[in-house]
């Protein structure tokens, strides 16, 4: 038998293992070093700005929903976080009334920040369900909600400092909170506070990222949720 031409230090390359006379059949059964061949990339593009000590957060990131063409970046902790509700607002079958987002805020911001949203999602051209135009004076605001959200392609919760008052307070529970999240399709939206607030608050929805005022105007943050639901039939 032949032996091994690097029996010390092992081969630098797979063309020089199988090159080998000792070692060029040992790794056949596994397609040479091709096992990992069948790995398949997160389907988006990242490019690194700023140093290398900024972190994940310094790193922009295209998400493969988002055209060529689009003049919006995402950070890759925004693609990492939604994905799997762009894959349910993909894998959903349509139903009559769709709205492509529902959005859920505190009472105080109705005709604030909530508003504010509304109209720049609106401008973008997505459809929203909103409390002021859809839930009827007496009706349960929980099950309005649930039901808004069913025919709803994604939904998303407005945190401000008076949705955590609300939540600390009376607001929704963690049981309505984990009904929301199991479904894949809730993205919070933080404005004029952050996630840690958030985490205090509700440990649960907090565990979920999404996008942020603090980092895009509510402009910036309508056309990324627009470019979210739109799918090509």
């Not at 504010?116 to 369900?129: A, F, K, M, N, T």
Request: one cysteine or more.
């Amino acid at each position: 038998m032949s032996g091994c031409t690097a029996p010390v230090r092992g081969h630098h390359s797979a063309s020089a293992a199988a090159n080998c006379p000792a070692c060029r059949g040992r790794n056949r059964g596994y397609g040479g070093y091709g096992g990992y061949s069948s790995y398949t990339a997160p389907s988006y593009h990242t490019s690194h700005t700023g140093s290398m000590g900024g972190g994940g957060g310094s790193s922009n990131a295209q998400p493969s929903w988002s055209s060529a063409s689009s003049t919006v970046t995402y950070t890759s902790a925004e693609v990492r976080a939604l994905t799997p509700v762009r894959r349910t607002v993909e894998t959903r079958a349509p139903k009559p009334d769709t709205r492509d987002v529902f959005l859920c805020h505190a009472w105080d911001d109705r005709e604030g920040a909530a508003t504010q949203l509304h109209d720049e999602l609106e401008s973008s051209g997505v459809s929203v369900w909103f409390s002021q135009k859809d839930v009827l004076l007496g009706s349960s605001l929980l099950r309005e909600i649930d039901k808004g959200l069913a025919k709803s392609r994604v939904g998303i919760v407005l945190v401000t400092p008076s949705f955590l008052d609300r939540v600390r307070g009376e607001g929704i529970a963690d049981k309505e909170l984990s009904v929301l999240l199991a479904r894949d399709l809730l993205i919070p939206i933080v404005h004029n506070t952050t996630y840690e607030a958030l985490r205090d608050v509700s440990p649960l929805l907090g565990s979920r990222t999404g996008l942020n005022t603090g980092d895009d105007s509510m402009e910036v943050i309508a056309t990324k949720l627009a470019e979210l639901v739109t799918v090509d039939l």
